[in-house]
């Protein structure tokens, strides 16, 4: 792509931090408005939706900005919608959606009914303006509506309804825009979780979601590389970048995050450069996530609640990678002692038996962008303290999952079908990233082995990223299984006097791939 005339060159982006690309773009580039969040639409897209509601087609061209002055409420329609826990998941959600154009007064009807949405909750719109480039894309406007619910009923299933002045969800030609979503129980009781990363836009990222949403969870976490707007993922002004593909993954994702709370953290396509220092003015208009980080105004990426008997913690791995280094650093060690606290925390929490950890680049993997040394220098130490019980990253478009590993070593063997105890074993670490971006590979002449087709267990050449970004090369005991295709991760959470998570990973197919029990102090 040739250098935009409103961008930085390639030459100076290449020696330039996130903060000092911000501070060049900032200075070269006149707004309009001051950011508020992110959002745009593609005209065709937008079109659409106006027309068909969420099954209309996706087009190409972006609507002009000044379409909006002349576009009527009524004309209007909601789409996109995704919902996410507030900090408590018994009491709290937040639900949020895109429109093509701005609109007048956003709001949210909610109720036990779907005939009864009688509470009104006024939404936020947050506007994100992306210029353009010349030769390139034209300047892009996108606006995304945020209502956040709280003081609900434990364990109780609530319907719900967008809109707007000029569109009311719950007058008879847009009922059939009504959703629901199902509150986090009282007390801890059986629950699915699903996990991936590496989505985007894509036949198999819906047959995914297809295959997820049977599984009937009761929410999803996602580990980051969403939508691939940011195609290069180096978090540059000089990556290619189109945010117009926000509104394709938005509409693709609807039919299962409207109902199934997608609890995201950030990979390194996520860092989008036009729009902030750390690259997260993006994720921060399109996304209301928990706010209870150590910085929830500027890494949307970090955050932690509990469901049921389980604490799950979300990090922003582009803070430590040694491998892709625009953000190392850029929390300032913030991160990682808001880690330090929130896992001695939920490890003094009675009701809680176990902590998933979640997040983008890889501290254990074989496949194309191997083990991240940041990761394992910065987190591992505090994994082991606090005995995590699984860790869940994306980043490579692959499935591979570790035996239980202990002192950087395998602490013991977790063949497929096996339990471990990560007080006495280790930590099982969990390769997820077959979400539905191109799939990757594992190193030559090394076998896939999977449920159903086990290879020899042996030891795998590889390389971990160490800092100033070198390779250096590892030989991995640790690689359990392995499988190239597209999958999901699907956990079970037990309670009661024998607390466990069963963990499976299934195909697109649908067909398990792998499969082992975490149980603690046996």
Not at 378 to 390: E, S
Not at 498 to 522: C, M, N, W, Y
Request: proline residues 6%.
């Amino acid at each position: 792509m040739e250098t935009p005339d409103v961008g930085i060159p390639e030459h100076l982006a290449r020696r330039m931090s996130m903060a000092e690309q911000y501070e060049y773009l900032r200075t070269k580039l006149s707004r309009r408005r001051a950011l508020v969040s992110a959002g745009a639409v593609a005209g065709g897209l937008l079109t659409g939706c106006a027309a068909h509601g969420r099954h209309g087609s996706a087009g190409a061209t972006a609507a002009p900005a000044s379409a909006t002055a002349r576009v009527r409420g009524s004309a209007v329609t909601p789409f996109g919608r995704h919902l996410a826990f507030g900090p408590d998941p018994k009491t709290g959600m937040r639900i949020s959606w895109q429109v093509p154009f701005a609109v007048r007064h956003p709001y949210v009807r909610v109720g036990l009914r779907p005939d009864d949405l009688s509470r009104k909750i006024t939404a936020e719109l947050r506007d994100l303006h992306t210029p353009g480039v010349t030769g390139v894309r034209p300047a892009v406007e996108q606006y995304y509506p945020h209502a956040a619910l709280d003081g609900l009923t434990p364990g109780t299933t609530y319907y719900y309804g967008v809109g707007h002045d000029g569109f009311d969800p719950a007058s008879a030609p847009h009922r059939s825009t009504i959703g629901s979503f199902r509150t986090a129980p009282a007390r801890p009781e059986r629950f699915v979780f699903t996990a991936f990363g590496d989505q985007g836009v894509s036949n198999a990222a819906v047959a995914n979601d297809h295959v997820l949403l049977r599984r009937n969870p009761a929410f999803h976490l996602h580990a980051g590389d969403l939508c691939y707007a940011d195609t290069v993922g180096q978090g540059k002004k000089s990556d290619g970048y189109d945010p117009t593909y926000w509104d394709l993954f938005l509409k693709q994702t609807e039919p299962v995050a409207r109902s199934v709370p997608w609890m995201a953290t950030t990979g390194n396509h996520d860092m989008e450069a036009w729009y902030s220092p750390d690259g997260y003015g993006g994720q921060l208009a399109r996304w209301s996530l928990p706010d209870n980080g150590f910085d929830p105004a500027g890494s949307p990426g970090a955050y932690s609640f509990v469901y049921g008997n389980v604490g799950f913690v979300a990090l922003d791995a582009n803070d430590v990678s040694y491998e892709i280094t625009a953000n190392l650093g850029h929390t300032g060690g913030r991160q990682t002692k808001w880690l330090a606290r929130t896992l001695s925390s939920l490890r003094a929490a009675d009701a809680v038996d176990f902590v998933v950890v979640f997040f983008h680049h890889c501290a254990y993997s074989t496949s194309q962008h191997a083990s991240d040394g940041g990761v394992r220098e910065q987190w591992l130490p505090l994994f082991a303290k606090h005995q995590v019980d699984l860790v869940i990253n994306g980043h490579n478009h692959v499935y591979e999952r570790t035996d239980a590993i202990r002192d950087g070593g395998v602490g013991r063997a977790v063949p497929i079908g096996a339990s471990t105890d990560p007080t006495r074993d280790g930590i099982v670490y969990v390769t997820a990233g077959g979400g539905g971006r191109d799939l990757y590979g594992f190193p030559s002449g090394v076998k896939e082995s999977y449920e159903g087709h086990v290879t020899r267990h042996g030891a795998v050449e590889t390389l971990e990223w160490t800092k100033g970004r070198h390779a250096k090369a590892e030989t991995a005991e640790w690689s359990r299984v392995r499988y190239r295709g597209f999958s999901f991760l699907s956990v079970e959470a037990e309670s009661g006097t024998a607390p466990k998570l069963t963990v499976s990973a299934l195909a697109q197919s649908g067909e398990r791939i792998d499969h082992f029990e975490v149980r603690r102090g046996r």
